[in-house]
C-alpha cells in the first residue's frame, strides 16, 4: 500500500516559521511530489507553490517572499519552508503528486498560526 504523507505542521504564533515535508513511500513512490496546497475551513483549496522537474516554481502572490519550496535529490520528497506566517495561513496543507496525467492527494498536516 502506498502513501503520501504531508507532515511538519502544527502551531505557531504569528512571524514564526514551520517547514513541510511531502514523503512518498510503497507504492505512491511512483508518483513525485509537485506541490503544496492549501484549504481554510469554509473555503476551496488554493495552490500554495509548485515546483516542476525543469526546477521551474510558482508561487501563490499571498506566499511570495516567505515561502519556498524545494525537493530532495532524490525526487521523492518536497518541502515547504514556511517564513513570517500570519493568521490568515492557517489552513491544513496538502502536497500533490503525480504520475504522467494521473495525480495523488496526501492527507494533508494542520498549520495553526495564533497568538
Known amino acids: 500500500q502506498g502513501q503520501l504523507v504531508a507532515s511538519g505542521g502544527g502551531l505557531v504564533q504569528p512571524g514564526g516559521s514551520l517547514r513541510l515535508s511531502c514523503a512518498a513511500s510503497?507504492?505512491?513512490?511512483?508518483?513525485?511530489?509537485v506541490g503544496w496546497y492549501r484549504q481554510a475551513p469554509g473555503k476551496e483549496r488554493e495552490l500554495v507553490a509548485t515546483?516542476?522537474?525543469?526546477?521551474?516554481?510558482n508561487y501563490a502572490d499571498f506566499v511570495k517572499g516567505r515561502f519556498t519550496v524545494s525537493r530532495d535529490k532524490t525526487g521523492n520528497v518536497l518541502y515547504l519552508q514556511m517564513n513570517n506566517l500570519k493568521p490568515e495561513d492557517t489552513a491544513v496543507y496538502y502536497c500533490?503528486?503525480?504520475?504522467?496525467?494521473?495525480?495523488?492527494w496526501g492527507q494533508g498536516t494542520q498549520v495553526t498560526v495564533s497568538s
Open positions: 500533490k503528486a503525480v504520475l504522467g496525467p494521473a495525480e495523488y
Open positions: 510503497g507504492s505512491a513512490l511512483r508518483f513525485k511530489p
Open positions: 515546483l516542476s522537474f525543469g526546477r521551474d516554481t
